[in-house]
């Protein structure tokens, strides 16, 4: 049958006037007829003519596979069951299809194969047009392409398909093109992303069309699951190509030579997104907005995954630094004069987070001295957006600890270079760079004041003191004056530059022209607080504010240092008229005084008897004060401020604290920890209304009452929470990972407490918590504040010492030493606390430095703790007084401290178990002396101790005589010398009562006993009988007295009766003869008041310790080979010699 036939077999009537399929006649005719092996290729041949002449081509590439259960009608009639039979016709027939068609047109069968194929993506790409703007694909849409994409790889195979012309067609119809379609292209190798934008010859359409869909794809990363995670692979994949290919080696974009287009395009792209992104960031974003989502996803590829897999390169270094240069460049729109008045709204804290974060991302991948040079190689040869270079330099000084030596160095240098060629531009990018940095605080650069002073007061200042440097600076000063904000021109001209007495002139004509501006601005030199914040360019606060002010933090500086405050008594005498208009009426409010005067009278009491308040005025104020007695309800007018006024910075420095927290919590936010620790660090100044002030705090030793602390309302407060914080913030990262892997949180934390002059106030807290309420203490506050000591005494070289006592002694102590006076054993309670601490601290400090030098382990723990700790074991576990059996060193039992529950003793015993502790335990200045022992053990108060009178008596002779007495000199002990162990308990006795930790105690005690609430057993017997109260307490307790002067009596039994040691003489100087003879020769000489004082209460004490002890001990041989007879020479000897 003919073609012709057939078709009108098919169109004419059938029986019954009826017309047919053609399926049906193909049924009916395979019924009829039996074909042979040539009958069915015939067949086969005339139906694939038929449908060549009658096929779609753009819809045959995209019919290619079967709806899902069923088959294509040819397949019942060809051997295609199987999926390989079937894809190999399918392609047969598009292959034969496209080259009838390609001989019909006379054109090369591939770029007809690369059109079919570019008109079936087009069509993809359009299914979903009335939808909005999209540059992904939906779930149809990818099962589409996936067939598409086959039937290319196959004509590929085959040699018909060309993708140069593919990718020409492409180009023709691209804004109907979909981002992820072109992505996909690349990924299954059918045209490659190169190809594809090097075909085409306007590579300005190019990177406007790649931006556009960019910014589309950056809104929609955050589209439900399965399209988010397309929309970061496809980001992801174009960034990596455009680095690559953009920033390789050698790679010239503006050479003079014809540079290749790709690497051109990818810069251009990666360009002009990076500046729609700053310029969406200028203009002002709603947080969740599209623009927003759009930003934050563009700066989020600077993350260092995402060029894991081109690291190995230099092409993402240089991209970073390319985006710096960026950054710092785009529109240099901002003057001088802008920068200089609106750099105080660029610091760190004022950044937008987004750009904040973008330079961090930037700051990873170079390291600081790389940062600082391509700052300073772009402001030496670029005009430069200010507002980002200054809020860059913010940035790099908080978060970049390392880098801000490398800043002092570079405005050093612009300084070196702006005095050697009176070069202009350098001196504005000093002081600008210089006073961005200072607004970050002390902790990363010195104030302005402080730079100011140090770089021109003195005469190694880069003027150099010549006429040419002076005049170029004053000239430079002068200038800046118009556009200056009243901080800075307070500091030129309250520390201004060291000028030769004859160009005193340049000096003073400057000074004058600040003051007339200060004038202008109503802000008065005279008129300026004690402790201004000259460092800070806010807004200057009215005269009675700022009194009010100066009072409060005048008496801050009094409670510490126990003297009138330096800057005080200057303003008495160079500032006359605010002190006595403003400081003294702050001061001297009427109010009722209390009975025990508090800091605030005594300052007043001290200016009086200084003669810095006039009579009158103080006459005055007493009257006001007994008129503010007699009317209670008045008295507080004018004298408190109001709680509200505090509740705002304390509410931000929560939040902050709460933020930090999350920091803490997130291990991929250690990045912004300096970040959020500059935050807590700025709302600690707000919430304490402290400045930095010019006269430095910091330096002068702390004082502290340990007896009585005492804190103001808000202080406390503010310690309280930066304290609990901190407590919680240790419990909260030890719930994820141990004390080595928790990153340097905690040490920053207690570095931003020293900086903000906040640590008087948490020192007099922490002994209000350890030393007067520490039963009430919970398990995580004791964790808490024993790391809190850990990192204190890391960082004991930046802290000051600290003074106790009512009067600071001439020598201070290091604050980790303060722990030991905080932590007393003479109780059951205190005793408890004490273990609890030191486990604790031991614990974290081993966890925390394991992995660093033994140095910076031994300088974190104080040997007084250590030594505490090994006597409370001793006391309490039998176990600890036998040799060590060291357990697997697995590390110290910190996790069982942080569970509810915790088993204090156990957890002392495993830390006791540990071998590091042991080979700790061995240190020099660790180790628990036989006069360390007595020391602490004098301390205990026996009606208050843990152990019973015999539980006592037992551990005290197994110390003497089993642990210290046999041990060698060099581990602590005595060398089995019984004469040195009573040598040195005489000794330790006598420093007992001489002690002078008059801190602990009344003022009035006894000078040389009543101070001493320890174990009293010794003093009873060395006290005179003339002491009523002595006799009180013997009456009250007779049994407890007696054990020291027993024991002592004991051991110099034993050492009369026993043999003389190797290489001692027979005939030798009682010991307790030859010790007051020591101590005696050891005073300073001289008949001066003091020493004869000092001297007489030595003679003193030697005659209590002659009266406790029984004859026997005094008049006894010294060995036994001596006459029994008593001997009686030492004794009158000494008292011929000494007491008369």
């Not at 018909?160 to 992820?180: G, P």
């Not at 030199?525 to 100066?550: C, F, K, T, W």
């Not at 003479?826 to 140095?855: M, V």
């Not at 005659?1103 to 006459?1123: D, T």
Request: aromatic share 8%; glycine share 6%.
């Amino acid at each position: 049958m003919s073609a012709s036939q057939a078709r009108a077999a098919v169109s004419g009537p059938g029986p019954g006037g009826l017309r047919r399929s053609w399926a049906e006649l193909l049924e009916g005719r395979v019924r009829r007829q039996k074909l042979g092996p040539e009958g069915e290729q015939k067949v086969k041949e005339s139906a694939l003519r038929l449908l060549r002449s009658h096929l779609n081509l753009g819809d045959l590439v995209l019919e290619v596979e079967a709806p899902p259960g069923k088959q294509l009608c040819l397949s019942r009639w060809f051997d295609c069951d199987s999926p390989g039979a079937h894809s190999d016709l399918s392609c047969s027939l598009i292959g034969s299809a496209l080259r009838d068609r390609a001989a019909r047109l006379g054109v090369p069968v591939a770029v007809l194969s690369s059109q079919v194929v570019a008109c079936g993506l087009v069509r993809v790409c359009e299914a979903d047009a009335g939808l909005p703007p999209q540059v992904l694909l939906s779930p149809e849409q990818r099962k589409k392409l996936s067939s598409l994409f086959e039937v290319a790889e196959n004509l590929s195979a085959q040699n018909m398909f060309s993708r140069l012309s593919f990718c020409q067609e492409l180009w023709k119809v691209q804004n109907s093109l979909l981002l992820e379609a072109v992505w996909r292209l690349h990924v299954q190798k059918i045209v490659s992303l190169q190809e594809l934008l090097e075909s085409r010859a306007d590579p300005c359409a190019v990177v406007a069309w790649l931006s556009r869909d960019l910014r589309l794809l950056c809104e929609q990363t955050e589209a439900p699951p399965p399209h988010a995670a397309v929309a970061r692979a496809v980001l992801a994949d174009f960034v990596q190509m455009f680095v690559l290919r953009g920033f390789q080696k050698n790679a010239d974009v503006r050479g003079n030579v014809e540079p290749e287009r790709m690497p051109q395009v990818a810069v251009a792209v990666l360009e002009r997104m990076l500046a729609s992104a700053l310029e969406a960031l200028a203009a002002g974003m709603q947080e969740g907005s599209p623009a927003h989502k759009a930003v934050s996803c563009w700066f989020g590829i600077f993350s260092g995954h995402m060029y894991r897999s081109i690291i190995s390169t230099e092409s993402p270094k240089r991209f970073f630094c390319h985006t710096l240069t960026q950054i710092l460049t785009h529109k240099p729109v901002l003057k001088v004069s802008d920068a200089i008045q609106m750099q105080r709204d660029w610091s760190f804290a004022r950044t937008p987070p987004l750009l904040s974060g973008l330079y961090r991302r930037l700051f990873v991948i170079l390291s600081p001295e790389e940062l600082v040079g391509h700052l300073q190689e772009v402001l030496e040869t670029q005009e430069v957006n200010w507002q980002h270079m200054l809020s860059c330099v913010s940035t790099l000084v908080t978060c970049l600890p390392d880098a801000q030596q490398l800043v002092a160095g570079w405005v050093a240098r612009l300084l070196a270079r702006a005095f050697e060629s009176c070069d202009l531009d350098s001196m504005v990018s000093a002081f600008l760079v210089a006073r961005q940095a200072a607004l970050e605080g002390p902790a990363a650069f010195p104030s302005y004041a402080a730079w100011f002073q140090a770089t021109f007061g003195s005469t190694r200042g880069f003027h150099g003191c010549s006429r040419k440097g002076l005049v170029f600076l004053f000239k430079f000063l002068s200038d800046l004056v118009p556009f200056e904000a009243p901080r800075y021109l307070q500091v030129h001209v309250l520390h201004p530059p060291l000028v030769p007495g004859k160009y005193r002139t340049l000096l003073s004509d400057y000074v004058a022209l600040a003051r007339t501006r200060l004038a202008d601005l109503k802000v008065s030199i005279e008129n300026m607080g004690l402790y201004e914040d000259l460092s800070s360019v806010g807004d200057i606060m009215e005269p009675h504010s700022r009194a009010a002010r100066d009072v409060e933090k005048a008496i801050v500086v009094f409670e510490h240092t126990g003297k009138i405050p330096v800057a005080v008594l200057e303003a008495s005498i160079f500032r006359r008229s605010y002190y006595l208009s403003h400081f003294l009426p702050a001061l001297l409010t009427p109010r009722v005084l209390p009975r025990v005067p508090d800091s605030r009278e005594a300052l007043v009491e001290s200016l009086r008897r200084a003669d810095k308040i006039p009579p009158s005025l103080y006459s005055t104020y007493r009257q006001a004060c007994c008129t503010a007695g007699e009317k209670p309800e008045d008295a507080a007018l004018g004298r408190e401020v109001e709680p509200s006024c505090a509740e705002e910075p304390l509410g931000l420095l929560t939040a902050a604290l709460q933020e930090l927290r999350a920091s803490v919590m997130a291990p991929t936010r250690h990045d912004a920890l300096e970040a959020q620790m500059a935050v807590v660090s700025d709302r600690l100044c707000s919430a304490l209304g402290l400045g930095e002030d010019s006269v430095g705090v910091e330096e002068a030793p702390v004082q502290l009452s340990i007896r009585a602390p005492e804190l103001r309302p808000r202080e406390q407060r503010v310690v309280d929470l930066v304290l609990t914080s901190f407590c919680q913030n240790l419990m909260a990262a030890s719930s994820l990972s141990p004390p080595d892997r928790q990153g340097p949180w905690a040490s920053r934390f207690v570095r931003t407490l020293c900086g903000r002059r906040l640590l008087p106030a948490v020192l007099a807290r922490l002994c209000q918590l350890l030393r007067h309420q520490g039963p009430s203490l919970g398990a995580s506050h004791v964790l808490g504040l024993a790391a809190l000591a850990v990192h204190l005494g890391e960082s004991r070289s930046a802290l000051p010492e600290v003074c106790v006592g009512p009067s600071a002694p001439a020598r201070g102590l290091p604050v980790p030493q303060l722990f030991d006076s905080l932590l007393p054993c003479g109780t059951r309670e205190s005793s408890a606390l004490c273990l609890k601490f030191c486990t604790a601290a031991i614990s974290y400090s081993l966890c925390k430095f394991s992995s660093q030098s033994h140095d910076v382990l031994l300088s974190c723990l104080s040997p007084g703790l250590i030594k505490k700790f090994q006597f409370i074991m001793f006391r309490w576990f039998s176990e600890a007084r036998d040799p060590p059996s060291w357990e697997d060193p697995a590390g110290p039992p910190w996790r069982p401290l942080c569970l509810p529950a915790v088993d204090w003793q156990r957890a002392a015993l495993c830390l006791w178990k540990q071998r590091t502790l042991q080979e700790l335990l061995k240190q020099e200045g660790f180790q628990l002396t036989y006069r360390d022992w007595l020391q602490l053990e004098l301390e205990v108060q026996p009606e208050a101790d843990s152990l019973s009178d015999t539980e006592r008596q037992e551990f005290q002779q197994w110390a003497i005589h089993q642990h210290f007495l046999p041990a060698p000199s060099g581990a602590g002990g005595c060398d089995g010398d019984l004469e040195v162990a009573c040598t040195t308990l005489v000794d330790v006795l006598m420093d007992v009562c001489q002690s002078s930790k008059n801190y602990d105690h009344s003022q009035n005690s006894d000078l040389v006993l009543g101070g001493c609430t320890g174990n009293r057993d010794i003093f009873s017997r060395l006290q005179a009988p003339c002491q009523p109260h002595l006799g009180a307490l013997l009456r009250k307790r007779p049994r407890d007295f007696c054990l020291w002067p027993c024991l002592l009596q004991e051991m110099a039994a034993d050492l009369e009766q026993g043999p003389a040691p190797p290489g001692h003489a027979v005939a030798r100087e009682h010991f307790l003869f030859g010790v007051f003879r020591r101590r005696l020769q050891a005073l300073a000489g001289g008949w001066d008041v003091a020493s004869r004082l000092q001297r007489q209460r030595e003679l003193l004490t030697c005659k209590r310790v002659l009266l406790g002890l029984p004859p026997s001990v005094l008049v006894g041989g010294p060995r036994a080979e001596q006459p029994a007879d008593p001997n009686c020479d030492d004794f009158f000897h000494w008292v011929n010699s000494e007491l008369l």
